[in-house]
């Protein structure tokens, strides 16, 4: 069964700190996306990718986040200047849009800002 | 604002019943539901989707979906108490769009 990559799956870093967050979606999917989930919270869209560029982002995605594939295989998120608020779980999901089903997640980057 | 809501539960069921799970969206234009399963401190896991008006049926597991009245639920036959999880229904509007998700509903399944 191919599987999402997450690394790392645990981040602590000091708030103002950079972090990046790295994810190698499924080899043959077309649309990468960035999801968070604060705990307690619902799963929430931040960004979807295609093509080697932004497809779509929500009003979370603000100029503090960005998105790379740098490689053919690597998909990153990048937080800068962290907030004790970003502290959350970081899911990247793949999919592959001419098959109708729905995304594979990562097992997702626990992310604490201190 | 787009809305997918559920009832936030706990839902508790003892081991062996049925266990229905509701969910209703805001956007007409949604095209294709999804149940996820996601265990505590772990990523969303794909059980069910369903595209068309009607029941789908996949172990036991059956979605069922009414676009008319913007419905869509999950039943869960024979609970086990494995099957205790937060349940995540997920909606989108095309193919490649975002997936937009409720806040989930927690089941327990009892002994």
């Known amino acids: 069964e191919p599987e999402v990559t997450q690394t790392p799956s645990h981040q602590v870093t000091q708030m103002g700190q950079e972090v990046i967050l790295r994810c190698v979606p499924i080899s043959n999917h077309l649309y990468f996306y960035w999801y968070r989930q604060i705990l307690g919270q619902k799963v929430e869209f931040l960004v979807s990718f295609y093509n080697n560029e932004i497809s779509e982002k929500s009003e979370i995605f603000d100029d503090q986040f960005s998105v790379e594939r740098p490689d053919g295989s690597n998909f990153t998120l990048k937080i800068r200047s962290t907030k004790l608020e970003d502290s959350a779980m970081y899911f990247c999901?793949?999919?592959?849009?001419?098959?109708?089903?729905?995304?594979?997640f990562g097992s997702g980057t626990r992310l604490t800002v201190v | 604002q787009k809305e997918v809501e559920q009832n936030s539960g706990p839902l508790s069921v003892p081991e062996g019943a049925i266990a229905s799970l509701n969910c209703t969206y805001s956007?007409?234009?949604?095209?294709?539901f999804f149940w996820y399963r996601q265990y505590s401190g772990k990523s969303p896991e794909l059980i069910m989707s369903?595209?068309?008006?009607g029941d789908k049926e996949d172990g036991r597991f059956t979605a069922q979906l009414n676009k008319a009245s913007q419905y869509v639920s999950l039943l869960i036959r024979d609970s086990q108490p494995s099957d205790s999880a937060t349940y995540l229904c997920a909606v989108k509007v095309s193919t490649a769009s975002k997936l937009t998700f409720g806040t989930g509903t927690r089941l327990q399944v009892t002994l």
């Open positions: 956007d007409r234009v949604s095209q294709s």
């Open positions: 369903i595209y068309s008006n």
């Open positions: 999901a793949s999919s592959d849009p001419g098959r109708t089903y729905g995304y594979t």
